[in-house]
């Protein structure tokens, strides 16, 4: 079993729909994030938690909403997403926020 | 503020050929250094890291050493396979992890 673990693997939404983005990790690391990886961009750290605490929000929009309900999960819920939107979703989770980040295999998201 | 640049692919190499991928970084403080590869369908993996200066990160037969001095950490393999082939991130951590935005390898045999 992987150290960390999303679902759905593949996600097809239209703009008006609601649907959430599941991560668990199983290295009971304290910090975890969502980063956003479209092509030919780096990596975009969108949300972070640290023992459960938001620590960070990059100025993302408000129609993504992290939720993290304890250290081993983390969720995020998407709602009226733009096209624009479509890309892999990843997952991370570390020991802390300097410690090296261990990646879900992401979710594949197509907003149609 | 902090940044990682890495060179752009895609990079095609034949199966044994000499592999560098270069990475440069800007930051503040004393950061630590990382590559990370991404395989197909999967998400990214820690290949080797450094955390001071002249450290050497190796790993699956990858080496980078930190270089202050020109603010460097080139990833190098003296023979790739095709099983190589993926996707290489080089990163950095400072207040928060900034990524390279990666380069494709492709090996064919």
């Known amino acids: 079993e992987t150290g960390v673990t999303q679902t759905p693997r593949h996600l097809v939404m239209g703009m008006t729909n609601k649907k959430s983005l599941k991560c668990e990790q199983h290295?009971?690391?304290?910090?975890m994030y969502w980063y956003k990886q479209s092509a030919k961009k780096p990596l975009e750290l969108m949300f972070v938690?640290?023992?459960?605490?938001?620590?960070e929000n990059n100025s993302v929009p408000s129609r993504f909403s992290p939720e993290c309900p304890n250290s081993s999960h983390l969720f995020l819920h998407l709602h009226t997403l733009q096209p624009e939107d479509s890309a892999l979703y990843l997952c991370?989770?570390?020991?802390?926020?300097?410690?090296?980040?261990?990646f879900g295999n992401g979710t594949r998201l197509t907003v149609t | 503020g902090d940044s990682v640049t890495q060179m752009e692919g895609p990079v095609t190499l034949s199966e044994e050929a000499f592999l560098t991928i270069n990475c440069t970084y800007t930051a503040t403080g004393y950061p630590s250094l990382f590559w990370y590869v991404q395989y197909p369908g999967e998400g990214l993996q820690l290949l080797l890291k450094?955390?001071?200066?002249?450290d050497k990160g190796s790993n699956k037969g990858f080496e980078a050493t930190y270089r202050k001095e020109t603010t460097s950490f080139h990833l190098e393999k003296g023979s790739v396979q095709v099983s190589d082939s993926a996707v290489y991130f080089c990163?950095?951590?400072?207040?928060?992890?900034?990524f390279g935005t990666g380069t494709s390898l492709t090996v064919i045999p």
């Open positions: 450094a955390t001071k200066a002249d």
């Open positions: 991370a989770s570390s020991q802390d926020p300097n410690s090296p980040l261990h």
């Open positions: 938690y640290s023992l459960e605490e938001r620590v």
């Open positions: 290295l009971g690391h304290n910090a």
């Open positions: 990163a950095l951590s400072g207040n928060q992890f900034y």
